[in-house]
């Protein structure tokens, strides 16, 4: 099944900088319905409030951070399918491990680029 590149896309970063590196890269790959999160609070309130189907997320957050996002998501009985990307700067293995326990889909290390965006979207979302 294709993935519809016409679904919302939320991503959450502290750093205005990388909201904008995704959001060109995701236009890139063309996903041109994204939308933009500074903080974990205010993401969590506009996925209660519209339907995504993917949320990209940094991990280094304040004052909430995007595992505990990752978390409030999972916990939540209308978000738990979301698919959920964690982004971060750091590939320490007990952080993907903590991330893979509370339920991540995958998981990029910064820098990356269009290319390896796409595998991930794919890996999680499947071939568009």
Known sequence: MAVDKDMRVLIVDDYKTMLRIISNLLKQIGF???????DGASALQMLREADYGLVISDWNMEPMTGLQLLKEV???DTLKATPFIMVTAESKTENVV?????????YIVKPF?????KRKLTAVLGDF
Do not use: F, I, Y
Request: aromatic letters at 0%; a negative charge.
């Open 32 to 38: 041109n319905n994204v939308d933009e999160a500074s």
């Open 74 to 76: 999972r916990a939540d």
């Open 98 to 106: 903590a991330a893979k326990q509370a339920g991540v889909n995958n």
């Open 113 to 117: 680029n269009a290319e390896t965006l």
